[in-house]
């Protein structure tokens, strides 16, 4: 696989994200230097060889077109991986990998996930969501308007049969509940979407419209150009659908359960013993094979229920919540079978209250609450979108901290909070907040121990975009 | 990640989706469930159980009074089975629903009738075995046929028709309960008392004056009377009538029950 080429040398690339160098911001200079020395490796088409996998990975997605956005250039996705994943990756490999076997670089991730981390970028693929990047280079002082702007998304028309989903202002109401008011995306085939919300926002309900569980009270939803209300068969032959809460005949053994979906999706007696076979050792199953379902651990049991979608070959993968539950190393198994169905060419939509997640699978994000859309696009254009980077300046000695907080206090927020030893001053100006900051604290005399810069966390972008309240201060 | 790794991770979609195949295969699930759960037990030991409980301690006391105990007691304890056998699948219909399963089948390409009629399928395996133990036991109490050649197959028929008719009411009542444990109260209690309170164990004349309507009209008395007719050559419109009422009238309850039971399986999907 020339893994190289899908890092082919870009002269957009380096000037993509000028902001980057400052605005990640590790949290030591060392880090700094030793990334931005591989983002320039990178930028000349080199690959660091401790992230080979990674990189291969996004290779073979490059299809159908890449966007061509009017704001930014050529669009990117920026993918992420932790520096002490990377680090250990090798051990993943060569340790008693208890998951896929399929994937021994699934170790690759981290569960933990911050902003200092190794970058990669990539251009993404199939036809633009009308999402945030335009609105962000247009308007980056009013985020929160600009994430609305997702709502109003009409059905894109060009290069249609590259859409794998397309919701279209899709509402449901059980009742007195208003579970989905108004949710407008599309999925590019091929590509990973995450649904984000926090819980009850309307991300299940949406799932089971568009798996053809559910029928919208209005709006309409597409799957490969299939009515999911109308073509309901149709779009049932292309889908599968891991719920929240593994769906199988727990009386029954894996092995008896992947039969039976073999079965019950066409496939004649023989052939569906035989691929079950090659599931359960694709799953790293072998050994628990014929023992009955209800007996398999939490994890175990979220890979034979995704496992009993994939007997034949579903165009579209929906994952609700996959990974809630789950321990770290079972959650690190679902995520390497993510990125494996992109390989495999599969639209994945997945559902998650996890940011990480999002962040780390996703080529995109729809961010849903209360039943609509409220925010579209990359965890960087959602970051870069809903608030300028912050500059976290720490004081020498603690006993600064309210003399440092007095002479930045026009910089900060009103009724800020002050929480630990480090003062967070958003930094709507960039580099030139940090400039004044370290003049400030340079005049007074005041040592800091560290001061950087950085954008803000998913989770910070998250919680902004859920919050009103928050919201109603960034208009403001 | 090399190649092979992508091309074990998908399979083959077939052209077509055979629905005899979704059939046997959803059929052969229940059937495996039922033996591995040991169901099938239950359906050997009921009929055993009734034999003991009733004929030992009552044969003596009934051949006093000239009836042929065994002969009195065979339409009783194959009902009793039957209904047994049926009931239980209330409670798979009602798994089926707890467990999510239903939720699955219904994302794939399948006929919705599939999984209920799986259901019946097996149920129709469990009912056989149940009707096969249920005779033998009988025969080895003493009972014999005696309705001749058609009046035998009548005689199985009518049990197995009765069987098929309350798995589908018991397949509603599974689909429409709030929890497997609620649906075999529901199923379970009105066949003990409906039983108890019947011309099955006893004649009409032992019970209290006041509740003999009840006893003579309610549906096993009436089933009970339509079998020992057909067990004993004399069948007519009079013995069997009230009996294909009562089966056509469950037939419609069971039909209501399930297409309820199906709509609050869809509505319950969020």
Request: charged letters at 20%; one cysteine or more; glycine letters at 10%.
């Amino acid at each position: 696989m020339p893994e190289a080429a899908g890092l082919t040398p870009d002269p957009a690339d380096t000037s993509a994200f000028p902001g980057d160098a400052s605005a990640d911001g590790p949290h030591s200079s060392m880090n700094r230097v030793a990334r931005d020395g591989d983002d320039d490796l990178r930028a000349r088409g080199y690959a660091p060889s401790t992230t080979p996998n990674l990189r291969a990975r996004r290779q073979p997605s490059m299809s159908p077109d890449p966007v061509t956005t009017t704001s930014r250039g050529p669009t990117h996705s920026r993918r992420t991986v932790p520096e002490e994943a990377r680090d250990t990756s090798g051990a993943h490999e060569s340790g008693g990998h208890n998951g896929f076997s399929g994937y021994s670089s699934g170790g690759q991730y981290g569960s933990g996930y911050d902003d200092d981390q190794e970058t990669l970028r990539i251009p993404i693929t199939g036809p633009a969501p009308r999402r945030l990047s335009g609105a962000v280079a247009a308007a980056p002082a009013n985020p929160a308007r600009t994430v609305h702007a997702a709502a109003t998304h009409t059905p894109a028309t060009p290069a249609r049969s590259a859409i794998a989903i397309e919701a279209v202002n899709l509402h449901k109401r059980f009742k007195d509940t208003l579970a989905v008011d108004d949710v407008t995306f599309s999925v590019p085939a091929g590509s990973i979407v995450a649904l984000l919300g926090p819980n009850g926002a309307g991300k299940t309900t949406t799932v089971n419209m568009l798996c053809t569980l559910l029928k919208p009270d209005g709006g309409t939803a597409l799957i490969h150009g299939h009515d999911v209300a109308e073509e309901a068969p149709a779009v049932r032959r292309m889908i599968s659908l891991t719920g929240q809460f593994a769906a199988l005949d727990e009386g029954l053994t894996g092995r008896e359960n992947l039969i039976l979906f073999g079965r019950l999706l066409g496939l004649r007696k023989d052939e569906a013993k035989s691929r079950g076979a090659d599931l359960l050792e694709h799953f790293g199953l072998v050994e628990a094979a014929d023992k009955r379902v209800r007996e398999y651990s939490g994890g175990m049991r979220r890979r034979i229920d995704i496992a009993c979608g994939l007997v034949t070959s579903p165009k579209v993968v929906f994952l609700d919540e996959p990974t809630t539950g789950l321990d770290p190393r079972s959650r690190q198994d679902v995520w390497a079978l993510v990125e494996q169905l992109k390989d495999a060419g599969v639209t994945t939509l997945l559902t998650t209250q996890y940011l990480e997640e999002a962040d780390m699978l996703s080529d995109n994000i729809v961010v849903i609450d209360r039943g609509r859309v409220i925010a579209e696009g990359t965890s960087d254009e959602l970051k870069a979108a809903t608030g300028a980077s912050y500059c976290d300046v720490t004081p020498e000695h603690a006993a600064d901290l309210p003399r440092l907080l007095a002479i930045l206090a026009d910089l900060l927020p009103p009724g800020h909070r002050q929480t630990g030893l480090t003062v967070v001053v958003p930094a709507p100006d960039g580099a030139d907040t940090l400039v004044e900051v370290v003049r400030r604290t340079s005049e007074s005399g005041l040592r800091l121990s560290d001061i950087t810069m950085r954008r803000p966390s998913l989770d910070e972008v998250f919680l902004r975009l859920t919050d009103p309240d928050a919201a109603g201060d960034s208009d403001s | 990640m090399s190649a092979a790794d992508t091309t074990t991770l998908l399979g083959r979609s077939p052209t077509s989706i055979s629905s005899w195949g979704q059939l046997s295969a959803l059929t052969r699930r229940g059937v495996l469930n039922v033996i591995k759960s040991g169901e099938f037990i239950f359906s050997v030991v009921s009929p055993l159980f009734l034999a003991v409980c009733f004929y030992l301690p009552l044969h003596r006391v009934m051949e006093r009074q000239g009836i042929d105990y065994a002969q009195f007691l065979m339409p009783i304890i194959v009902l009793q089975s039957v209904g047994f056998a049926a009931g239980t699948s209330a409670m798979r219909a009602s798994m089926d629903l707890g467990t999510g399963i239903d939720q699955r089948l219904r994302v794939l390409p399948i006929n919705r009738a599939i999984p209920t009629l799986a259901r019946m399928a097996t149920n129709v395996g469990l009912l056989t075995v149940s009707i096969i133990f249920a005779s033998l036991i009988c025969l080895v109490i003493g009972w014999r046929p005696q309705g001749g050649l058609w009046g035998t197959i009548s005689l199985y028929a009518l049990a197995l028709a009765i069987g098929v008719i309350v798995s589908l009411l018991a397949d509603g009542i599974g689909m429409m309960a709030t929890s497997p444990q609620a649906t075999s109260q529901l199923t379970g209690l009105p066949m003990i008392i409906l039983g108890m309170c019947s011309t099955g164990f006893s004649t009409i004349e032992r019970f209290p004056e006041w509740i003999r309507p009840f006893v003579r009209n309610q549906p096993i008395s009436q089933l009970a009377t339509a079998m020992r007719s057909l067990d004993e050559g004399n069948a007519s419109w009079y013995t069997i009538g009230p009996t294909v009422w009562w089966c056509l009238g469950l037939l419609a309850l069971g039909s209501l029950l399930l297409t309820l039971g199906i709509r609050k399986a869809n509505k319950a999907t969020r």
